[in-house]
């Protein structure tokens, strides 16, 4: 791995701004409950975190309703 790989997967750790908006995924609930839940887990961070986001995605057509931008 190259050195700013490195430095980039610890961005979230050692760079974010924590002053209470909510600029990066790191700022959520839902980040700091994982980092509750798996302490062990959260304590290196280098560890990859997967996001998965769907907005208007209808993959099975089972909406009603069609998205278009």
Do not use: C, Q
């Amino acid at each position: 791995m190259s050195s700013k790989t490195a430095s980039l997967m610890r961005w979230h750790d050692e760079e974010w701004t924590k002053d209470g908006h909510i600029r990066h995924p790191a700022d959520s609930l839902a980040w700091k409950h994982f980092d509750e839940k798996y302490p062990e887990f959260a304590a290196d961070p280098r560890n990859l975190r997967l996001g998965l986001a769907s907005d208007g995605s209808n993959p099975f057509k089972s909406m009603n309703v069609t998205y278009s931008t």
